[in-house]
């Protein structure tokens, strides 16, 4: 709600924020969503719609997280050809690059509003195929047979070395 309520009372162009999901604070938000002028906000429940559906019918995911241990909406948004905007807060900054994604090192609602309004204006000048191409590259470190080796060469490696890195 802090992200709407920035948002509203800034300069960017008017924009969608599409939630997904149930929670303690969605009552609060369908209120407060009912009252914007220049954010218009699509609730969708479990069920209804699909996650990809969500994701592609979206420009960006707003990650808002304090803290990640993966965020697999950061990869999938990714995979998708979406960029993540939001707080860095752990896992995603192992695979989400700067090419047009940002993880903000501050908590700064007002900085995270600034560099959304700013993506919505860059976003119709890009060569998103492109783009897309990276994100989805991204995320190919994350594919099981590359999980799997990871995990394999680190115990191979502790086996020979228990009392190493």
């Known amino acids: 709600?802090?992200?709407?309520?920035?948002?509203?009372?800034?300069?960017?162009?008017?924009?969608q924020i599409?939630?997904?999901?149930?929670?303690?604070?969605?009552?609060?938000?369908?209120?407060?969503?009912?009252?914007?002028?220049?954010?218009?906000?699509?609730?969708?429940?479990?069920?209804?719609?699909?996650?990809?559906?969500?994701?592609?019918?979206?420009?960006?995911?707003?990650l808002l997280s304090?803290?990640?241990?993966?965020?697999?909406?950061?990869?999938?948004?990714?995979?998708?050809g979406k960029p993540v905007i939001g707080f860095d807060c752990g896992?995603?900054?192992?695979?989400?690059?700067?090419?047009?994604?940002v993880l903000l090192k501050t908590r700064s609602m007002q900085e995270l509003v600034n560099v959304s309004a700013a993506l919505v204006e860059k976003w119709n000048t890009l060569n998103t195929s492109v783009y897309q191409a990276e994100c989805r590259n991204s995320v190919l470190r994350y594919t099981a047979e590359n999980i799997t080796k990871s995990l394999l060469d680190y115990y191979r490696g502790r086996l020979q070395n228990p009392s190493g890195p």
């Open 1 to 15: 709600m802090d992200f709407i309520n920035t948002y509203e009372s800034s300069a960017g162009p008017t924009i």
């Open 18 to 62: 599409n939630i997904l999901g149930t929670g303690p604070f969605l009552e609060a938000l369908e209120k407060r969503a009912a009252d914007t002028k220049r954010v218009d906000v699509k609730f969708f429940r479990p069920g209804e719609i699909s996650v990809l559906d969500v994701l592609l019918m979206s420009e960006a995911t707003l």
């Open 66 to 80: 304090e803290a990640e241990t993966f965020s697999l909406v950061s990869c999938e948004s990714l995979a998708c």
């Open 91 to 101: 896992g995603p900054r192992d695979f989400v690059n700067d090419s047009l994604s």
